[in-house]
């Protein structure tokens, strides 16, 4: 079992950038395929971005993808999320995620260890 505490959330005008971390204890965080999900108000938690374990693969979905770079840090325990040229629409509350599977690794249902989440909130 792995803990997650995710950071960097904030306040932005669109067309900014903020970088997410999300900072991993308790665990073999080398074990952990890791990723970012988000939720926005009254919607369902939505994929972001998944990293493998090495940090060589990456994976986005459509609506971030050129926007948005998920890196690793595996000697700091942490993973990362660059968000750049932001949308109103990329509001969200961001949490990280872990697993050592390697299955469904764009489903919520595929990650079984969770951060608490960080607000990112994006104005017009």
């Known amino acids: 079992q792995v803990r997650l505490v995710e950071s960097g959330g904030g306040l932005v005008q669109a067309g900014g950038s903020l970088r997410l971390s999300c900072a991993a204890s308790?665990?073999?965080?080398?074990?952990?395929?890791m990723a970012w999900f988000r939720q926005a108000p009254g919607k369902e938690r939505a994929f972001v971005s998944t990293?493998?374990?090495?940090?060589?693969?990456?994976y986005y979905a459509d609506s971030v993808k050129g926007r948005f770079t998920i890196s690793r840090d595996n000697a700091k325990k942490t993973v990362y999320l660059q968000m750049n040229s932001l949308k109103p629409e990329d509001t969200a509350v961001y949490y990280c995620a872990g697993d050592v599977w390697e299955t469904a690794i764009t489903l919520r249902a595929g990650y079984r260890n969770w951060g608490q989440g960080t607000q990112v909130t994006v104005s017009s």
């Open positions: 308790g665990g073999t965080f080398n074990n952990y395929r």
């Open positions: 990293i493998n374990r090495s940090g060589a693969g990456t």
